[in-house]
């Protein structure tokens, strides 16, 4: 597609069950990241994939959080036993390289209730 | 500890007047400014770029300029208009590094007809 496309684009989760949230960035770019916003917030980073360089996980608030990319295509974020804390929206976004311009979507609203 | 800092949350200003947000970084390996607007539901999108070998980049009705020195950039916007109410994102990258988007917090623009 044209643009970075995610999905769920809304999910309602019971406390303690897990979530993936998918992300298909836009074709040939290489950069791949998860940023999160909770209410009243700004924007967190969670997670950085670039080429076949080892992810920055820096940003990942627990081990509950974890994210994969295959190849330089889809990634996946899952959440582990949720808890309510982890209620944000989650945006993916994609760049051509480290340090561009990078390219959001629409965002994954997570509520855990 | 905020590398990118936007210290007033909200701003409001009348149509047709000048809008000014502010953002404040503190690594001086950041070389790349970028600022973002968010509408509510949506992803942030981008809206313009600096490089630190330029002091001022402008688009439209929108300008960008950068304080290297005192480390301190500027979202210009004139003459302001209501589809501009948005919140508004800084965000910073050190271009040598292969190191994600700093974002700052955000600061809600409202232009008031």
């Known amino acids: 597609g044209a643009g970075v496309s995610q999905s769920p684009s809304n999910k309602v989760t019971e406390k303690g069950k897990d979530v993936e949230l998918r992300c298909d960035p836009i074709?040939?770019?290489?950069?791949l990241y998860w940023y999160r916003q909770r209410l009243g917030q700004g924007l967190e980073f969670l997670i950085y994939?670039?080429?076949?360089?080892?992810?920055?996980k820096s940003g990942l608030p627990s081990d509950r959080f974890s994210a994969e990319r295959t190849g330089e295509s889809v990634s996946t974020l899952t959440i582990q036993r949720t808890q309510q804390e982890d209620s944000a929206v989650y945006l993916c976004a994609s760049s051509p390289g480290p340090g561009n311009t990078i390219y959001f979507g629409e965002g994954s609203w997570l509520t855990v209730v | 500890d905020q590398q990118v800092k936007q210290n007033s949350p909200s701003l409001s200003v009348q149509e047709g007047r000048i809008s000014i947000l502010n953002c404040d970084y503190t690594?001086?390996?950041?070389?790349?400014f970028l600022w973002y607007k968010k509408y509510p539901a949506e992803g942030p999108t981008f809206l313009i770029s600096i490089s630190s070998i330029k002091d001022k980049n402008e688009d439209g009705r929108f300008t960008v300029f950068l304080n290297k020195s005192a480390k301190h950039l500027s979202l210009h916007i004139v003459p302001s208009q209501p589809g501009d109410s948005a919140v508004y994102f800084c965000?910073?990258?050190?271009?040598?590094?292969?190191?994600?988007?700093?974002f700052g917090k955000g600061t809600r623009l409202s232009v008031i007809a």
């Open positions: 994939f670039q080429g076949n360089s080892a992810p920055d």
């Open positions: 965000a910073a990258s050190a271009l040598s590094g292969n190191t994600p988007l700093v």
């Open positions: 690594n001086s390996m950041f070389d790349y």
């Open positions: 074709s040939g770019h290489t950069a």
